[in-house]
């Protein structure tokens, strides 16, 4: 067993995996979402690697893997799960080659967002009835943990993962109150709120007057801060857990843009007039 700090499991890393396995192991457990749950926080799909080196020190890319997405097709079961993504690849070289130098399964937020890693396993072991099966902790907050599993299949590996956003993060569409937008950013002298849905910030741009305090609602189950840019001069949130709030008051007339500190890709501009 592979132990170092990084990977001391969490409460809610262990309860993750437990549920993945429970959820890997179930039979029958064809649980799959439908196409309309795509667009929520943790359905992917992620971009994925195995590099050289180690999680805390990744190398070059070695293998690709497929992108981790969600199973496409009716929702079966009385109650949906967490959101699950996964991925299965098979990649040209056996488990014994990899084995003898460092590798790590690494994952990335998208496509559009290769420079943020939100879950990475390093490769190591107890390879058991040929098969490896490492744990990929939560990086950046993303609040997406899982497992990995690779399998000996002659030459090559079979290597498949699964992700899951963290329990309680995102109980599905129960918990968390449909995107009814809030958001439509009527310009007042007072108080106007952005949610935070989806990994945006409301419409993205918001026209306000001098004096106006804007509040910013987290309604995903992903963490998100409220950067000013250049550099969190302006302002500049705490990290917003879900329900989390962040305000601000802008005194002075301007342009103020800002992002996402974990998600380089989310963007927002106030224009204070
Ligand atoms: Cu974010």
Redesign the pocket.
């Given at each position: 067993m592979v132990q170092d700090t990084r990977r001391t499991p969490s409460v809610r890393f262990v309860a993750c995996a437990v549920l993945l396995m429970a959820a890997i192991m179930a039979p029958g457990g064809h649980s799959v979402r439908a196409a309309v749950q795509d667009d929520q926080a943790g359905a992917g799909p992620y971009p994925a690697h195995i590099h050289a080196g180690t999680c805390d020190e990744l190398g070059e890319v070695e293998f690709p893997l497929t992108d981790a997405t969600q199973p496409e097709g009716e929702d079966e079961g009385t109650a949906p799960s967490l959101v699950v993504t996964t991925s299965t690849t098979t990649i040209e070289t056996t488990l014994d080659e990899l084995l003898l130098d460092a590798h790590a399964l690494n994952v990335h937020m998208g496509a559009d967002d290769m420079g943020t890693y939100v879950a990475c396993g390093d490769v190591g072991g107890v390879v058991l009835d040929g098969e490896l099966v490492i744990g990929l902790g939560e990086l950046n907050d993303s609040g997406l943990s899982g497992v990995a599993i690779l399998r000996i299949a002659d030459d090559s590996t079979d290597v498949e993962f699964y992700l899951t956003q963290a329990a309680g993060d995102d109980g599905g569409a129960a918990g968390t109150p449909a995107a009814s937008p809030a958001a439509s950013p009527a310009a007042s002298g007072d108080e106007v709120t952005v949610e935070?849905v989806d990994?945006a910030f409301g419409e993205g741009t918001l026209e306000v007057a001098v004096g106006t305090t804007v509040r910013w609602v987290n309604n995903?189950s992903?963490?998100?801060?409220v950067t000013s840019l250049p550099g969190g001069d302006d302002f500049q949130s705490e990290t917003l857990r879900e329900g989390d709030e962040f305000t601000y008051t802008f005194t002075e007339a301007g342009t103020f843009e800002y992002f996402?500190?974990?998600?380089g890709n989310?963007a927002g501009t106030v224009i204070v007039t």
């Open positions: 935070i990994f995903d992903a963490p998100h801060t996402c500190e974990f998600h989310m």
